[in-house]
């Protein structure tokens, strides 16, 4: 299979609604990004986190994921507490927080309206998903915020989504790769509730069901170490 480029072009054309989107916004607000967001963290991670979309004034300001969204608040601290960040986040992309052994990235790397892309732009933005995961050599775990970024997961590593279906807390071990460039190496999926706004806010997802994921994550990713 060939795998592509990681990361989009600042000036990506693929999703026709998200370019109109986006030159809109570098019109109002030349001071944010206004770009697709790259990936953050180390390529040698053993964690990769799956996010949605960037938010409008989070995200898509800052140009780093979830840096300056409600979501990233409760995302850095949990990620702090689990020695998977160090430093200080201040929702700033040069407040000095840095990753440990884990990394971030978005199913789709352009704010969409309203923070709802549509299944063809999730499915266009796929091939980054793919060259991202490829490109991580000791990717042993993947979170995934939420049934879309799950949905898109499973898609991404041909793992049938009847037999592995999203549930907060759920667990899904299997293997990925199909290429010499890329090979079959165990993986496991761990899903969440997304930590938006409306889920924390709505008691969907609380700081202790989130934090219980990553206390599995870090169990995990710590068993394999030692295996
Ligand atoms: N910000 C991101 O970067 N991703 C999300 O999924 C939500 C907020």
Not at 123 to 134: E, I, K, N, Q, W
Not at 154 to 181: D, E, I, N, Q, Y
Request: with cysteine.
């Amino acid at each position: 299979m060939e795998v592509g480029p990681a990361e989009p072009d600042r000036d990506c054309p693929r999703c026709p609604r998200l370019v109109e989107f986006r030159e809109t916004w570098r019109a109002k607000r030349p001071d944010w990004e206004n770009a697709p967001v790259p990936s953050f963290g180390p390529v040698e991670a053993r964690l990769l986190i799956v996010g949605l979309a960037p938010g409008l004034q989070g995200a898509n300001r800052t140009g780093r994921p979830f840096t300056g969204d409600y979501a990233g608040d409760l995302l850095y601290a949990t990620l702090t507490e689990f020695g998977f960040a160090t430093g200080t986040y201040a929702a700033r992309p040069d407040d000095g927080l840095t990753l440990i052994d884990a990394r971030i990235t978005n199913a789709v790397r352009c704010v969409p309206p309203e923070n709802k892309p549509t299944g063809p732009e999730i499915a266009t933005c796929r091939p980054f998903l793919v060259a991202t995961m490829a490109e991580m050599p000791k990717l042993a775990a993947i979170v995934a915020l939420g049934r879309i970024a799950h949905d898109t997961l499973m898609g991404t590593l041909g793992w049938k989504k009847s037999a592995r279906p999203f549930g907060h807390g759920a667990v899904h071990a299997g293997s990925h790769g199909t290429s010499s460039t890329w090979p079959q190496r165990p993986l496991t999926v761990f899903d969440s509730y997304h930590c938006s706004r409306y889920n924390t806010n709505t008691g969907v997802l609380t700081p202790a069901m989130f934090r219980a994921v990553f206390s599995a994550v870090r169990a995990h990713v710590d068993g394999a170490a030692a295996r």
